[in-house]
């Protein structure tokens, strides 16, 4: 064994649904803590690689590993943030109540969350700035005060590696600050982000890793090396008028929003499908 | 007034009857407020229907004899419910599609098989719409135990119940055994439909799941209490139900399910006339 394993290392994972494959022998190696996006167009699979990963479909070939070792004996060190839309807000419980739900298993049968599951809660909230509305109805929430309480579902988990589908998509500017300082703050501590994300003009500033993909893995690695202007012209297609400069060069400037961004509609997967190639 | 009440209690049939309308709708809304909250009222109407061939078999079987109707009547609950997720997860029909496929296949099975006894219409009534007053001391054991059994489940996997029925890919991830939990439900559900037959029938049962759960879900914001809450808005129907249908003379089941639509009636109703209120007084703050 190596001294230092990846903390994710998939190899060949393939995934095909109904015949026609949505990702196809991707291979991806991820070093400790790493803030990693995705990237790709729309039905490039991004949903379904991280699901991939989790076990939540089966892929037709490849295999995960974990630190180096088989996913299955590593599942309590993984995380996983949904996209938000996957759940009903309407659901009669409380902001507290979710973000307990992720003690659930280290709770064990029979057990009932007590003091201490409902201090580190409470804590989480506070890291993600909701502990005020501990005890608000989710019906409650806006779109940006859900994304943070399902972090805060993530954190109490308190994984080594975090899976997190478009946590960015349609938040308000408070929570969009709020995710960025938890990913640094999860950086610090080791922990390793991977980060299904829309928003090209914001990739080198909050990743130092990025894979582009698009049914195929376009290139993995760190963000200065592989996100350049031919490797989004492969992953994007050759119908966008891509910057002329380097992508992440002029921080200062507004970033051009010439990209054929994606629509922001939400697209609500039922569990177990994979991301319709629209 | 006190007459009125206690006038009918002379009756130990009544009695009976409305000891096992009490249980059955308080155990009925608990399991029916996962079928609200996951949207399987479908689900349960066609599991309430698919019991009826369970039902012809026991009764042919046993010469009319109540005892192994309940065994019967949940065998097919539990094949309908493992043929609806088998077709609808191994074809590419929809679920909603598998659901109906199996119960109006399972419901003409039962028609069919109580149609070659002689007294067909008589007995097809009382599996149709129930017979709350021929509930006998045995039956009311059987009711009250398997009650008992669900309540006690519902509480010592309320945790993982919770999670499957708010976000069940949190449940795999968390290595919960998800598909476990979810065919414990499913039979839980079914349990709570059969032992419940006999108050309100076949056709009337979904309303003894859902009409309950779903009053209680516009009123209140917890689970837990929501829970609370429907049982005993259905044990309420289930008695002024049985009240109405001893003075009014008419059919005790449909009594039972008109009084819990009634309440829901009224608490949507209520709830509409304090949001306008509402709306007007701040339209009037804002004015004034």
């Known amino acids: ?60 070939a490849g295999q995960v590993l974990i630190y180096n070792k088989p996913y299955a ?3 309590r060190l993984v995380g996983y943030v949904p996209q938000r839309g996957s759940v009903d807000w309407d659901f009669p419980t409380n902001v507290l109540d979710v973000v307990m739900m992720g003690r659930y298993r280290s709770l064990g049968w029979l057990r009932r969350p007590g003091s201490r599951e409902r201090a ?30 399902f972090l805060a579902r993530a954190l109490v988990q308190d994984a080594q590696i975090y899976f997190m589908d478009e946590p960015f998509q349609g938040v308000d500017a408070t929570t969009e600050r709020a995710i960025v300082a938890l990913l640094h703050a999860l950086r610090q501590a080791g922990k390793t982000v991977v980060v299904v994300h829309h928003d090209l003009q914001t990739v080198p500033e909050y990743f130092d890793w990025v894979t582009l993909l698009n049914v195929r893995r376009i290139a993995s690695g760190p963000v200065a090396e592989v996100f350049t202007e031919q490797n989004l012209r492969l992953a994007y297609g050759g119908r966008i008028a891509f910057l002329s400069r380097s992508p992440h060069a002029d921080a200062e400037e507004p970033p051009t929003p010439d990209l054929p961004m994606p629509s922001p509609t939400r697209r609500e997967e039922p569990y177990g499908y994979p991301e319709s190639a629209a | 007034m006190l007459q009125l009440v206690l006038e009918p209690l002379q009756y130990p049939f009544m009695v009976r009857g409305l ?28 599991l309430a229907h ?3 061939p369970g039902l012809a078999i026991g009764y042919l079987v046993g010469g009319g004899a109540r005892e192994p109707l309940f065994w019967w009547a949940l065998l097919a609950a539990v094949v309908s419910a493992l043929g609806i997720g088998t077709i609808s997860k191994s074809t590419k029909i929809h679920e909603d599609t598998a659901i109906g496929i199996v119960f109006a296949g399972m419901f003409a099975l039962g028609i069919a098989l109580i149609s070659t006894v002689r007294s067909y219409s ?16 045995g039956d009311l054991w059987v009711i009250g135990g398997v009650a008992a059994g669900i309540v006690v489940i519902v509480l010592l996997f309320y945790k993982e119940f919770l999670v499957l029925s708010f976000d069940p890919l949190l449940a795999v991830t968390l290595r919960l055994p998800a598909r476990w939990l979810e065919y414990l439900l499913l039979v839980l559900i079914a349990l709570a439909i059969v032992v419940s037959l006999q108050t309100v029938g076949v056709a009337l049962m979904v309303a003894m799941l859902v009409t309950p759960a779903a009053t209680a879900y516009l009123l209140i914001r917890r689970l837990p209490h929501m829970m609370a809450l429907a049982a005993g808005l259905a044990s309420f129907s289930g008695v002024v139900g049985l009240y109405l249908s001893y003075y009014l003379s008419v059919a005790s089941g449909a009594a039972i399910v008109l009084t819990a639509t009634a309440l829901f009636g009224l608490a949507w109703g209520g709830r509409e006339v304090s949001r306008r209120l509402k709306l007007e007084a701040s339209n009037h703050d804002v004015t004034g």
Request: aromatic share 6%; with cysteine; net charge negative.
């Open chain 2, 19 to 46: 000891l096992a309308s009490l249980i059955v709708g308080g155990v009925c809304a608990v399991v029916g407020s996962y079928v609200v909250l996951r949207g399987m009222a479908f689900f349960g109407d066609a």
């Open chain 2, 50 to 52: 698919a019991i009826l």
């Open chain 1, 73 to 75: 004996e590593q599942r």
């Open chain 1, 120 to 149: 580190l809660a409470l804590e989480a909230l506070e890291k993600v700035g909701m502990a005020p509305f501990a005890d608000r109805q989710i019906s409650q929430l806006s779109g940006g005060q859900q994304q943070r309480v």
């Open chain 1, 1 to 60: 064994m190596p001294d230092n394993p990846y903390a994710i290392e998939a190899t060949d994972l393939t995934v095909a649904y109904q015949e026609k494959p949505v990702l196809w022998d991707v291979d991806l190696r991820v070093p400790p803590a790493t803030l990693m996006a995705i990237v790709g167009p729309n039905g490039a699979g991004k949903t379904t690689l991280i699901k991939a990963i989790l076990g939540l479909i089966r892929p037709a």
């Open chain 2, 122 to 137: 008589i007995d097809l009534a009382h599996f149709l719409f129930g017979d709350v007053l021929g509930v006998s001391p």
